[in-house]
């Protein structure tokens, strides 16, 4: 054997150790660290099983379709699971205001900011009524920024039993018929809300 073979042997005999060796460390390491990186793998794969959006399926008491009209049905409960009576439904109508209000009707009142007043008007457009623009009896609370711009403050001034005219600028974002344009209500006090 010459001296270059002998030198490429030793280098192929380097290099085989150098790999048994690589091959008996990664041995080692997967015999201590193996069941921990498995351990790890399974519980990250059930943790996202169990907190991934749509990975469950949702049962007919965890969801329910309102576009047919029917309100939801459920049953109340209290913390341990056990049936509650209900035994008083108190519907609220918020057109309404609360029971303890009276309408006053006694002319010449004057209507100041924040009263709660109720209404008839009429609104006309080059001087024909418009669509969605009047009402009867209408309950408006003076300042609550409900009603197109200069509507409620339009009121503040006037007085219960009065009838009157109120011109109006709807803001031109509002729509193409009645955006940027003048309208005239004509607007009769009904009577003021009072405790």
């Not at 309404?96 to 900011?113: F, K, R, S």
């Amino acid at each position: 054997m010459n001296k270059e073979n002998k030198q490429k042997a030793k280098e192929e005999r380097a290099q085989q150790r150098r790999k048994q060796e690589q091959q008996s460390q990664m041995r080692r390491a997967l015999e201590n660290w193996g069941p921990v990186v498995l351990i790890a793998v399974a519980v990250i794969l059930l943790l996202a099983l169990i907190i991934s959006p749509g990975s469950r399926e949702e049962s007919p008491d965890e969801s329910y379709d309102v576009t047919d009209g029917t309100e939801p049905q459920f049953d109340l409960v209290d913390e341990n699971g056990n049936p509650l009576e209900v035994t008083d439904w108190t519907e609220i109508d918020e057109d309404e205001p609360e029971e303890e209000w009276d309408l006053d009707t006694a002319e010449g009142t004057v209507i100041a900011d924040g009263d709660m007043v109720n209404i008839s008007y009429e609104g006309r457009l080059d001087g024909e009524l418009f669509e969605g623009g009047s009402a009867e009896d209408e309950d408006v609370e003076i300042g609550a920024g409900e009603y197109v711009d200069g509507f409620e403050e339009g009121i503040v001034g006037h007085a219960v039993g009065e009838t009157f005219d109120m011109p109006v600028t709807f803001p031109d974002w509002y729509g193409d018929e009645l955006g940027g344009k003048d309208v005239v209500f004509t607007v009769t006090i009904n009577g003021i809300y009072r405790q």
